[in-house]
């Protein structure tokens, strides 16, 4: 007689003389979790200049700090003052950046968190959600 399941919902294999583990479906707040770690590792900017690439952090916290330089950006902007300057921190340091030089890293902030978004919301809507999604990078392109 084969030893008692882990879980209630395994089934035994009588071919293979083993039980196979229930595995949950995947739910659409698993896809979501997975969405917001990927939202937080951030991406690298260049400068095209002697500040060079930097790690730009993308967790809740970032997103918070980077509105309110957002903020600050467009408020120069519409009042004349794109050349205002700031001072960012990035993952990889400090860095002084133009109200306008912001609206570019912006721009790719959006490139950078659109797709994500967009995968998500598709592996969302399979029926079923493949057990593999979070590992099969191609779910995410």
Not at 31 to 48: K, M, N, Q, T, W
Not at 74 to 84: D, R, V
Not at 108 to 135: E, G, H, L
Request: charged share 20%; no cysteine.
């Amino acid at each position: 007689m084969p030893i008692p399941p882990l879980d209630a919902r395994d089934v035994w294999d009588f071919e293979a003389g083993a039980w196979i583990p229930f595995v949950p479906p995947t739910t659409e707040a698993d896809v979501i979790a997975e969405r917001e770690r990927r939202l937080s590792l951030g991406f690298h900017y260049d400068f095209g200049d002697a500040r060079g690439v930097h790690l730009i952090g993308t967790t809740n916290a970032d997103m918070e700090g980077w509105d309110e330089v957002a903020k600050g950006a467009q408020a120069a902007i519409n009042l004349g003052a794109s050349n205002s300057s700031f001072t960012i921190v990035t993952g990889t340091g400090q860095a002084t950046v133009t109200a306008m030089e912001f609206q570019s890293i912006l721009a790719a902030a959006t490139a950078f968190r659109q797709p994500i978004w967009a995968s998500s919301f598709a592996i969302q809507a399979m029926d079923p959600i493949p057990p593999d999604y979070a590992i099969n990078d191609t779910y995410w392109l």
